[in-house]
């Protein structure tokens, strides 16, 4: 290869950028409040992935009016882009199924969203919802 080629070649290797992570700078255990209810939410992020998540909820189960506190920590990750993160795992035990949305944007160390989970049982037509429920978290 002449040695302009090779000197051209080093060039535009040099020059192209890195690829950076999605949530740059976000990076750490978050720590929040649900909103109206005051429980807590917890959840990690690393790179542009958020996981880990715990969050406390009230759910009203099969509409009898009495309410449950539900613990939710899917074994699930959800993918940050553009600064926004959104969608809906689904977890199966035996015959029930846990669904859970997620919801919202991170910048500078705060994430504002949203989670819902519900719980269907096959067979028993029993369905536990928490609802759509905003929360906001830190950077902890």
Do not use: H
């Amino acid at each position: 290869m002449p040695r302009f080629a090779t000197r051209l070649a080093l060039l535009a290797a040099l020059v192209v950028p890195a690829a950076a992570p999605a949530a740059a700078g976000t990076g750490g255990s978050y720590k929040g409040k649900i909103d109206y209810q005051g429980y807590a939410i917890t959840f990690k992020v690393k790179g542009n992935k958020i996981s880990k998540i715990v969050a406390r909820m009230l759910a009203d189960c099969d509409g009898d009016g009495y309410s449950e506190t539900f613990l939710i920590a899917p074994n699930a990750a959800w993918t940050i882009k553009g600064g926004r993160f959104s969608g809906r795992k689904v977890q199966t035990v035996d015959q029930s199924k846990a669904y859970v949305t997620f919801e919202g944007t991170i910048s500078g160390g705060k994430v504002k969203g949203y989670i819902r989970e519900w719980d269907t049982v096959a067979g028993s037509g029993v369905v536990c919802d928490t609802l759509k429920r905003t929360f906001s978290a830190r950077r902890s």
